[in-house]
């Protein structure tokens, strides 16, 4: 049944993301890549991760998908020629992707896993909550990172605003 | 029975389509949404190891991706916005100089 579900979501990400690159219009683009958004929201549930699978739905679906889906509206780019600077780019490409996912592949199929385990088994997570435990993980282990990526937005608040501001 | 190698396996092909959508395509902004692919396709071994380890520093390491995601998108779509204002057009290859 999990494994049913996994390939589900699995190939619809697989879909969506090589629609994605595939397609010519940006908006199209922009909605298939929802879809992988939203399909791998679904695998981080089935994972026991339902606070990183909220977390997915607002920031990546929820607001970098519209900040995307308003830039293509400002700029309103015409449909991809297609046709980049070199002619046999594309299918070096596609040889490239292939070679390094193959690669990606070997590599974990061949990894030896470590077999200590940590404290959270899932009847653990169950009990205590997973929104729970990695809130308490921010605020005691992770507490200076955390402080730190407040940081890093207002560093991009300001640099935005510089950026953006008219001369 | 869902093992860590599938996970591992799905974020290796994501995150390969990912690359080479970077390579084929000359829209920055469909760079940009493969960058972001690439991302999510780490973003799912960290949460696959999270579980298969049964710890969850992977989980906060995926949050903290998350806030490093949303920044780097909000500066290079300004910085996308301002090669429009400048040059009219958004082609990567019409951009190859440095000084405007």
């Known amino acids: ?167 | 029975m869902l093992t860590v190698n599938h996970l591992i396996f799905l974020s290796a092909i994501l995150f390969s389509i990912g690359a080479v959508g970077v390579l084929v395509r000359r829209n920055p902004l469909i760079m940009f949404m493969s960058i972001e692919l690439m991302l999510n396709a780490v973003n799912l071994a960290f949460v696959a190891f999270a579980r298969y380890l049964q710890n969850l520093d992977g989980q906060v390491f995926v949050f903290l991706i998350l806030t490093v995601a949303a920044a780097e998108v909000a500066v290079g779509l300004a910085i996308i916005v301002a090669l429009f204002r400048q040059r009219e057009t958004i082609d990567v290859d019409e951009a190859s100089i440095l000084k405007g």
């Not at chain 1, 690669?103 to 205590?128: D, H, K, N, Q, W």
């Open chain 1, 1 to 167: 049944m999990e494994l049913a579900i996994f390939y589900l979501f699995a190939s619809i990400a697989i879909v969506a993301a090589l629609g994605m690159v595939v397609l010519r219009n940006a908006v199209h683009s922009a909605l298939s890549l929802a879809v992988v958004f939203v399909a791998l929201a679904a695998l981080y549930v089935l994972l026991n991760a339902p606070f990183i699978a909220a977390a997915q739905v607002m920031i990546y679906a929820g607001a970098i998908l519209i900040l995307f889906v308003f830039v293509i509206m400002l700029l309103s780019p015409r449909v991809d020629q297609g046709a980049g600077a070199l002619k046999w780019q594309r299918p070096l490409a596609a040889l490239c992707g292939l070679v390094f996912a193959v690669e990606l592949a070997i590599v974990a199929a061949s990894a030896l896993l470590p077999t200590e385990r940590g404290p959270f088994t899932p009847e653990r997570l169950a009990e205590i909550g997973d929104v729970q435990a990695v809130g308490a993980l921010l605020f005691t282990d992770f507490l200076l990172p955390f402080e730190i990526t407040s940081l890093l937005l207002l560093v991009a608040m300001v640099g935005v605003i510089v950026l953006a501001k008219k001369r």
